[in-house]
């Protein structure tokens, strides 16, 4: 065991872009490429660890992009990453404190450093991070269909692969009628929907009506940044909301569970900050009795093996929109891909994140590399 306070050297920010598989419709808009950075931070003895950023091109989802992700990490976080030697992960968020918000930037940056703290410490980044589990469990998110057949389709295939919960992403007008549907040929699939922020509270009524097909869960009906509407929406509704884009961070967190906004939780490490934000929302949420789950942001292999690691705590108590490399990518940029296995996602237990990179794959999707150093 090495637990030596250690240094970053050098970080490579490798900025890839890479087709999906087939694009993917939510209510903000469609996705055919994914374009992001690998982080690479290396210390003192060459061991590597790995990140990936979430941002999108466009500010849709929340307000940072890929070249926000850029300018944030270069001109602000790896200056603060470089500057004092590093004892413990935990560290890195308090670190990034003083410059606010940009969680996906700071995300991106930390998980390098969680992998690489893992790896030096020969465990699984699961284990470093206090998971308990051996498997997660797989679900898919399926993007706006351009027909109900269609997205009937799709569903029947996702479900033959093996996959034990589906998530449909619905928008005014693409809501009650396309569920009802759906419920008539899948009477029993684990099923819930994602309005991604396309409602407001004039639409109870239409929200009210998916009460009647049994969803686990609805999640982010109204406002990105709304907690309160969301507290009146669900003292309405049977269904449970799910909060994804209003939390932010632990406070937030705090806010929706003490209004009753929400009755289980979306997580996902980029939009909170990172790791060490979201084991800090995990433990809430499990001494509140609120179940969460571990999201998706289209992530290639590495961020990929991230949400896998951390879906291993207790408290992550549905299937994940974690699924399978082949989901999205024709080959993935880590070896071996993520495979599934019953429905289920095997938990790693060699050091760091429990893949190596596929660098020839990652270099055919590389459309620059840049090297910064500590001084
Ligand atoms: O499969 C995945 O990675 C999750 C896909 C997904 O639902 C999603 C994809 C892009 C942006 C936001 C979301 C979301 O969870 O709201
Ligand atoms: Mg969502």
């Known amino acids: 065991?090495?637990?030596?306070?250690?240094?970053?050297?050098?970080?490579?920010?490798?900025?890839?872009?890479?087709?999906?598989?087939?694009?993917?419709?939510?209510?903000?808009?469609?996705?055919?490429?994914?374009?992001?950075?690998?982080?690479?931070?290396?210390?003192?003895?060459?061991?590597?660890?790995?990140?990936?950023?979430?941002?999108?091109?466009?500010?849709?989802?929340?307000?940072?992009?890929?070249?926000?992700?850029?300018?944030?990490?270069?001109?602000?976080?790896?200056?603060?990453?470089?500057?004092?030697?590093?004892?413990?992960?935990?560290?890195?968020?308090?670190?990034?404190?003083?410059?606010?918000?940009?969680?996906?930037?700071?995300?991106?940056?930390?998980?390098?450093?969680?992998?690489?703290?893992?790896?030096?410490?020969?465990?699984?980044?699961?284990?470093?991070?206090?998971?308990?589990?051996?498997?997660?469990?797989?679900?898919?998110?399926?993007?706006?269909?351009?027909?109900?057949?269609?997205?009937?389709?799709?569903?029947?295939?996702?479900?033959?692969?093996?996959?034990?919960?589906?998530?449909?992403?619905?928008?005014?007008?693409?809501?009650?009628?396309?569920?009802?549907?759906?419920?008539?040929?899948?009477?029993?699939?684990?099923?819930?929907?994602?309005?991604?922020?396309?409602?407001?509270?004039?639409?109870?009524?239409?929200?009210?009506?998916?009460?009647?097909?049994?969803?686990?869960?609805i999640e982010q009906p109204l406002g990105h940044d709304d907690i309160y509407e969301h507290s009146i929406l669900q003292s309405q509704l049977e269904t449970p909301i799910c909060l994804d884009e209003s939390i932010n961070s632990l406070t937030d967190a705090r806010a929706a569970v003490e209004l009753g906004s929400c009755r289980v939780i979306n997580l996902k490490i980029g939009r909170v900050g990172g790791l060490s934000e979201t084991k800090k929302i995990h433990d809430f949420c499990r001494e509140k009795n609120i179940p969460v789950w571990c999201g998706g942001m289209l992530e290639a292999g590495v961020g990929r093996a991230h949400n896998i690691a951390i879906a291993s705590l207790p408290q992550f108590m549905y299937p994940g929109d974690i699924s399978a490399s082949d989901r999205y990518w024709h080959r993935d940029i880590i070896t071996p891909p993520v495979m599934l296995q019953n429905g289920e996602i095997a938990i790693k237990d060699t050091p760091g994140i429990g893949h190596d990179i596929d660098w020839e794959a990652l270099e055919t999707n590389r459309i620059e590399r840049q090297v910064h150093r500590r001084q």
């Open 1 to 217: 065991m090495e637990n030596e306070p250690f240094y970053i050297d050098k970080v490579i920010l490798h900025r890839l872009v890479m087709d999906l598989k087939n694009p993917f419709q939510t209510s903000f808009g469609t996705f055919s490429t994914k374009d992001f950075f690998i982080v690479e931070a290396v210390d003192g003895n060459e061991n590597s660890g790995y990140g990936e950023s979430v941002a999108f091109p466009v500010p849709w989802y929340t307000e940072e992009t890929v070249a926000t992700t850029e300018h944030v990490i270069k001109d602000f976080l790896l200056p603060l990453l470089f500057k004092e030697p590093i004892r413990h992960p935990d560290e890195i968020s308090s670190r990034f404190s003083v410059i606010r918000r940009n969680n996906m930037a700071k995300a991106a940056v930390e998980g390098a450093v969680w992998d690489l703290y893992a790896k030096r410490q020969g465990m699984s980044l699961a284990t470093a991070l206090g998971g308990e589990k051996h498997r997660v469990e797989s679900g898919v998110s399926i993007g706006i269909q351009p027909s109900v057949s269609k997205l009937l389709a799709v569903m029947e295939h996702h479900l033959e692969e093996g996959y034990k919960r589906i998530k449909l992403k619905i928008k005014p007008g693409i809501d009650v009628a396309v569920i009802r549907e759906v419920r008539h040929h899948f009477p029993d699939v684990q099923l819930m929907a994602d309005a991604n922020s396309a409602y407001t509270v004039q639409d109870v009524d239409i929200l009210k009506q998916l009460d009647e097909f049994g969803l686990t869960m």
